[in-house]
């Protein structure tokens, strides 16, 4: 595979490039950059270290990738971000390193960020995602596999989404999203179960159909979320997605989304 790199581009001796990489016009890739095989910057994109990139990324104008942390209490410390493989980061996409020393910024694999997306500090970012434009996440933001994000939503700090979520659009997350559940407003409320999402994932009927039962126990009947994860533990005690689901419930720290 041959790199191709426009004589514009101005990249760090130091920089790691790798086979088949296409770099464009005007981009800057700083000293401890690692680049992938078969990656692609179109124009304008800036990645900054200490970054590591996986295999077949494209890079769209504007991104900048790898910059050091905004959190107020950053003081220069040695700080990574670690992005996956066949990822998509759209116009102007910003994404930053850690805050704690030695800390990393985690991007997974097949995600597609459109324009405008920020994932800040000392998140991590699963496999098969996509933000829609303008999706903000603060720092330490966990997003588990298959999640969707509408545009203009707005993930507060240390919050998490749970596999399978949907965000709706102009959506404000202050707590945590259980996994397998749509999540619409501000505030945001929980509306139903992903259900399209799980049927285009191959979920079966009597999956979904738990997942139905399941959202009615926690966020219709009455219960509080503590007798609803012990009634669905009990209920349901050999069902995966229902394990799933009550694990994450029972892990949340800020409580979740109802």
Do not use: W
């Not at 016009?25 to 304008?44: D, K, Q, R, S, T």
């Not at 992903?194 to 959202?215: C, K, P, T």
């Amino acid at each position: 595979m041959t790199t191709e790199i426009h004589p514009s581009a101005i990249i760090d001796p130091k920089a790691v490039i790798g086979a088949g990489t296409k770099i464009g016009p005007y981009c800057v890739i700083g000293a401890e950059v690692v680049l992938g095989e078969g990656c692609f910057l179109h124009n304008h994109v800036t990645l900054a270290g200490p970054t590591t990139i996986g295999d077949h990324n494209i890079f769209y104008p504007y991104g900048s990738i790898g910059g050091r942390s905004q959190d107020l209490k950053y003081s220069a410390e040695p700080t990574f971000l670690k992005i996956g493989d066949h990822n998509s980061f759209r116009e102007f996409v910003t994404i930053n390193r850690a805050t704690a020393p030695h800390g990393i910024t985690k991007i997974g694999n097949h995600g597609n960020f459109l324009a405008y997306t920020h994932i800040g500090h000392d998140c991590v970012i699963g496999d098969h995602v996509i933000f829609s434009n303008n999706t903000t996440l603060g720092g330490h933001v966990l997003i588990e596999d298959h999640v969707v994000i509408g545009g203009l939503s707005g993930v507060h700090q240390f919050c998490r989404i749970g596999e399978y979520g949907m965000i709706g659009g102009i959506t404000k997350i202050v707590q945590d999203v259980p996994a397998f559940m749509i999540a619409d407003g501000n505030p945001a409320a929980i509306r139903g179960i992903n259900q399209v999402g799980l049927e285009r994932a191959h979920f079966s009927a009597s999956e979904i159909r738990d997942l139905r039962e399941a959202y009615k126990f926690i966020f219709r009947k009455g219960y509080n979320t503590t007798q609803a994860v012990e009634l669905l533990r009990e209920k349901y005690s050999d069902s995966f997605v229902i394990k799933k689901l009550v694990d994450f419930i029972a892990a949340s720290k800020r409580g979740i989304v109802r």
